[in-house]
């Protein structure tokens, strides 16, 4: 006996299986649900972050934007430089000879600093200005004041100034020597730079602002975030040309790895969060990206999906642990209930197998008690002693309905072809109505009541002749309706006729030629020939048609092996089981001297024999010839 197909190792394996499955499911459910939670506050606390820091760096480049506008529309500003500019290169008032003197030099310096002072504004929103004309002369004001040359060709940002008539040009973060002079710190300081070229009365050209801001105040709350939000998320601001401004020192390719993304503004694609595998560090990451209309940056937020979901992984691990020690307990429960719902089994079990023709329905095997404790296995165990006192008579009974059984499966079985040959000959009578067939449907209305006398009798049995001449009527009915389209011959041995065989066996073989032999191009030709063979008789109906489908055939042997070795009847359907019906019948008549083969010719067309031994009444006189006739006189 296999162990593991006893009653306590199925009750225990069911019960494990259901206690695992219930905390599995338990915790992934709730590890799912707490990580869309914690998923989703994530979202919205890095989009509230990212924001806010977004706004923060477009508020230092409002203010430095903001600056070089009220320089651009100055036209105290410009005039004031022109007027300094032209001191410079020595130029005098008109009227006056040789050079300005200094104190005029001096005094328009000075008026050029406060009114570009009073421009950046007594909050100092700017750290630097510059004011660079088109003769290589420059003038500062903020930590570097006064005035310097310049050489266009050492300002890598001059042509791009020079080219962008239409709006500001933003500079990438550079290492600033000179602003670095002004802060105590010893760390070298960054700036960026925001140019513009301002325009005379006449709207020409007449120089560059430059306005400079240290990098530090510009991204200070980006380094904020990067330092104190709590998931370690990380901060890249790029432009659209997937230029980095912010981190200056981290990996290249790194930050590069979030530029420019699909997706993200520069796409034109409205900014969410996404989910992303870092190609560098292969980690999957939720991104956010932001895009400045301020400054046209981008500003992406990634954070590890793993620090994300960190707390949700500590308390999966502590769960399963907990789960593990809780489904050990119940496993052994699980066990113990088993074992108490089994042994009493084990006792009806030996009870069963010890019980003798003899003690059926003896005061002895009466009075066995089990005693359990269950009640369900002691009203088992009772109604089983109380089966003995009726064994006796069932026995007695079983034998009486074996000797009735086969009868009983042949009227079943002949009560399942009835209505199936009725159904289509009164699909017949409704399709030759439809085409005002009058003469032959009365010929075929005085057939059908043959055939239902003939199918409608209470014996299952028959003989080859009136089964012959029943089919003989079915097709002299079908040839009505198709005419010369429908060809058929019967050659039959007439010693034959006499034998018995079961009823209905050769017309539902000749029906089922006709419906899928008219599936293909007519003449339609069908042949029954019946001849002895051997110990027995043989009928063989072929077509013309298309024959049987590997799939049809296979699906048949198998059911056939099936009955063989089963021994048993299987649920018949009325449609697409005629043939497996007809085998069944062939095989309860003549036992294994049945005969019954279905395949297809070897040039077209299906062929299906049937047969079985000489049972009385037979008397067969050799050499005596068939008397069918061909119906339509044409040769077959």
């Known amino acids: 006996m296999n162990k593991f197909r006893t009653i306590r190792s199925i009750l225990f394996m069911t019960y494990s299986l259901i206690i695992i499955v219930f905390f599995a499911v338990l915790v992934i ?3 799912w649900w707490a990580s869309g939670l914690l998923r989703t506050g994530a979202t919205d606390t890095l989009g509230g972050l990212g924001r806010s820091m977004q706004e923060r760096i477009d508020s230092e480049m409002t203010k430095m934007n903001d600056v070089s506008l009220d320089v651009m529309y100055s036209n ?81 940002w001059f042509r791009a100034v020079m080219d962008n008539t239409n709006g500001k040009i933003i500079g990438p973060p550079v290492l600033d020597e000179e602003m670095s002079r002004f802060i105590s710190s010893r760390e070298k300081q960054y700036s960026i730079s ?74 034109g694609i409205p900014d969410a ?89 003896s005061a002895r095997a009466l009075s066995k008690e089990l005693n359990s404790g269950l009640s369900e296995l002691d009203q088992l165990h009772w109604s089983f002693l109380k089966m003995n006192t009726r064994l006796k008579q069932s026995m007695d009974e079983l034998l009486l309905a074996q000797s009735q059984e086969l009868q009983a499966k042949m009227v079943a079985l002949n009560s399942q072809m009835n209505p199936h040959f009725l159904y289509n000959a009164l699909a017949t009578i409704h399709a030759m109505a ?84 008219t599936q293909q191009e007519p003449p339609w030709r069908i042949r029954i020939a019946g001849r002895l063979h051997d110990d027995g008789w043989q009928i063989e109906v072929a077509d013309n048609g298309g024959g049987f489908s590997r799939e049809s055939l296979d699906l048949l042997h198998g059911k056939i092996r099936e009955i063989d070795e089963t021994n048993a009847v299987p649920m018949l359907k009325l449609d697409g089981m005629g043939l497996l019906n007809i085998y069944i019948r062939l095989k309860l008549t003549f036992g294994e001297g049945a005969v019954f083969r279905v395949g297809n010719k070897t040039e077209e067309g299906a062929s299906i024999v049937i047969g079985g031994p000489f049972l009385a009444p037979h008397n067969p006189v050799e050499g005596r010839s068939t008397g069918w006739k061909r119906r339509d006189g044409s040769e077959f």
């Not at 009058?438 to 055939?451: R, Y």
């Not at 050659?491 to 000749?510: F, G, H």
Request: charged share 25%; proline share 5%; glycine share 6%.
């Open 434 to 517: 439809e085409e005002n067939m009058n003469g032959q449907i009365v010929a075929m209305t005085e057939n059908m009541s043959g055939f239902l006398r003939y199918i409608s009798s209470d014996e299952s049995a028959s003989t080859v002749e009136a089964e012959l001449l029943h089919t003989q009527k079915y097709l002299e009915i079908n040839q009505i309706r198709y005419g010369r389209k429908l060809q058929f011959e019967l050659a039959i041995d007439e010693r034959i006729l006499p034998l018995s065989c079961p009823k209905l066996i050769v017309q539902p073989l000749v029906e089922n030629a006709l419906k899928f032999g």
């Open 76 to 156: 105290l500003i410009k005039n004031n430089f022109k007027k300094y500019m032209s001191d410079m290169d020595g130029e005098l008032p008109e009227g006056t000879a040789g050079s300005p003197p200094a104190g005029i030099q001096v005094e328009n310096a000075k008026e050029l600093s406060e009114i570009l002072t009073a421009a950046i504004g007594p909050s100092r929103p700017v750290e630097q200005l510059y004011l660079y004309d088109f003769d290589n002369n420059a003038y500062g004001n903020g930590f570097d004041n006064g005035e310097r040359a310049y050489d266009p060709e050492d300002k890598p």
């Open 273 to 361: 969060f996404r989910m992303f595998v870092n190609p560098v560090t292969k980690e999957k990451e939720l991104l956010a990206s932001y895009r400045s209309d301020v400054t046209g940056w981008h500003t992406t937020i990634a954070v590890s999906e793993s620090e994300l979901l960190a707390p949700i992984a500590d308390f999966a691990e502590r769960t399963v642990l907990i789960a593990a020690v809780i489904l050990l307990f119940a496993i052994f429960l699980s066990f113990v209930a088993a074992k108490r719902i089994t042994l009493p089994i084990m006792k009806i079990h030996r009870a069963v197998r010890n019980m003798r023709l003899e003690d059926l329905g």
């Open 29 to 31: 459910w709730f590890y």
């Open 194 to 267: 925001l140019y513009r070229l301002f325009y005379d009365p006449y709207n020409a050209p007449m120089g560059i602002v430059e306005v400079k801001q240290y990098y530090n105040r510009i991204f200070e709350g980006a380094a904020d975030f990067a330092k104190q939000n709590p998931f370690h998320a990380k901060v890249v601001v790029y432009d659209d040309t997937g230029r980095i401004f912010y981190p200056l020192e981290d990996d290249a390719e790194q930050s590069a790895a979030y530029v420019l993304l699909p997706g993200d503004g520069a796409a």
